[in-house]
């Protein structure tokens, strides 16, 4: 029973909390900044290379976040 509510709980909060594309979406909107730069500026030493294979592996998050802000704007 306690693993049950640990996972409703979490199912819960994952919904709440907005994907890190988002985060890093409204920071590039914000400040003008690639993609890449607003990734590693929102993170600790990240390198070039691991923020290119993050942007590579949530572009599609990426996209919807986009749309999302764009649609919010409007």
């Known amino acids: 029973m306690k693993k049950l509510f640990e996972n409703w709980r979490k199912h819960l909060n994952e919904g709440a909390v907005p994907h890190s594309a988002q985060h890093v979406v409204k920071k590039m909107k914000k400040t003008g900044l690639s993609a ?10 990240l390198s070039d290379e691991e923020a290119e294979r993050w942007l590579e592996r949530h572009k599609d998050e990426m996209k919807s976040a986009e749309e999302k802000l764009d649609k919010g704007r409007k």
């Open 36 to 45: 890449k730069e607003a990734l590693k500026s929102l993170t600790t030493d």
